[in-house]
T-cell receptor
Framework: AQKITQTQPGMFVQEKEAVTLDCTYD???????LFWYKQPSSGEMIFLIY??????QNATEGRYSLNFQKARKSANLVISASQLGDSAMYFC????????????FGGGTRLMVKP | DVKVTQSSRYLVKRTGEKVFLECVQD?????MFWYRQDPGLGLRLIYF???????EKGDIPEGYSVSREKKERFSLILESASTNQTSMYLC???????????????FGSGTQLSVL
């Protein structure tokens, strides 16, 4: 069974500062993928970034980067230069070698950016 | 752009009613999913389907059933709604890939169901 743990229910960050959202995972699969999604107050789920377990380099997408530490089973999301529009729920998720390509999600972190 | 459409944004039902939540995707995706979202619990998988007429239980299937008669449509059914099924329901789809691929899930905008 797969499990995703996000230990920060809520966080504040000052506008223009960087912030790290924690994610740890547990799986017995040798190959897996890790995802981060953003959910603003509108409710839509927005894909942010993906990291494959065999990718040697940390994934980056604009202001988002994934700090992947395989031995520690962590996949933290780093947002640089926070903006007010970054205020949202953030979910970490993973996919292993499962039928249907389903994702297992963590409990989420609510990020609030202060002006 | 891929579009996943859920038929209702808000829904209010009475305890014991039969409830249908509809989801349609327009990108010919093989896989479709129903998740339930509750505060602090994240998204939990109720059912998924990887082909027409195929369905598999997720982590919390009790009290729910699903139907997939056409590739583009995946319906979630609450046979007899109960107050503990009050929640946000999210439908998602993704193409079939091998193993742990990076194909992301495309989500609908969600249905907030209240059972009174």
């Amino acid at each position: 069974a797969q499990k995703i743990t996000q230990t920060q229910p809520g966080m504040f960050v000052q506008e223009k500062e960087a912030v790290t959202l924690d994610c740890t995972y547990d799986t017995s699969d040798q190959s897996y993928g890790l995802f981060w999604y953003k959910q603003p107050s509108s409710g839509e789920m927005i894909f942010l970034i993906y990291q494959g377990s065999y990718d040697e380099q940390n994934a980056t997408e604009g202001r988002y980067s994934l700090n992947f530490q395989k031995a520690r089973k962590s996949a933290n999301l780093v947002i640089s230069a926070s903006q007010l529009g970054d205020s949202a729920m953030y979910f970490c998720a993973m996919r292993g070698n499962n039928a249907g390509n389903m994702l297992t999600f963590g409990g989420g972190t609510r990020l609030m950016v202060k002006p | 752009d891929v579009k996943v459409t859920q038929s209702s944004r808000y829904l209010v039902k009475r305890t014991g009613e039969k409830v249908f939540l509809e989801c349609v995707q327009d990108m010919d995706h093989e896989n479709m999913f129903w998740y339930r979202q509750d505060p602090g619990l994240g998204l939990r998988l109720i059912y998924f389907s990887y082909d027409v007429k195929m369905k598999e239980k997720g982590d919390i299937p009790e009290g729910y059933s699903v139907s997939r008669e056409k590739k583009e449509r995946f319906s979630l059914i609450l046979e007899s709604a109960s107050t503990n099924q009050t929640s946000m329901y999210l439908c998602a789809s993704t193409p079939m890939t091998g193993g742990y691929g990076g194909e992301k899930l495309f989500f609908g905008s969600g249905t907030q169901l209240s059972v009174l």
